[in-house]
């Protein structure tokens, strides 16, 4: 009974400086074949990028407390002129 699937041939060539790196001839893809360095990878840059957008809501409090210490020292000149 032939199958209704199509299967297609994918050529791959191994990476040389990485040995679970394979390029996808087809796509011109690099594809990582190990699910466990893949699954390190992701946790890696999960955590990075959730530091990067604490790192920048930190800028981000810090620039808006600089606004509201400019703000409180105007208030601040101009009770102390009247």
């Given at each position: 009974?032939?199958?209704?699937?199509?299967?297609?041939?994918?050529?791959?060539?191994?990476?040389?400086?990485?040995?679970?790196?394979?390029?996808?001839?087809?796509?011109?893809?690099?594809?990582?074949?190990?699910?466990?360095?893949?699954?390190?990878?992701?946790?890696?840059?999960?955590?990075?990028?959730?530091?990067?957008?604490?790192?920048?809501?930190?800028?981000?409090?810090?620039?808006?407390?600089?606004?509201?210490i400019e703000e409180i020292k105007s208030l601040l000149i101009s009770i102390v002129k009247k």
């Amino acid at each position: 009974m032939p199958s209704d699937h199509s299967h297609q041939m994918t050529n791959y060539l191994k990476v040389d400086s990485d040995t679970s790196l394979y390029r996808d001839m087809n796509s011109g893809a690099i594809i990582n074949q190990n699910k466990t360095e893949f699954d390190k990878f992701m946790k890696v840059s999960e955590v990075k990028y959730k530091e990067k957008m604490e790192m920048k809501k930190l800028k981000d409090d810090v620039d808006s407390m600089k606004s509201d210490i400019e703000e409180i020292k105007s208030l601040l000149i101009s009770i102390v002129k009247k």
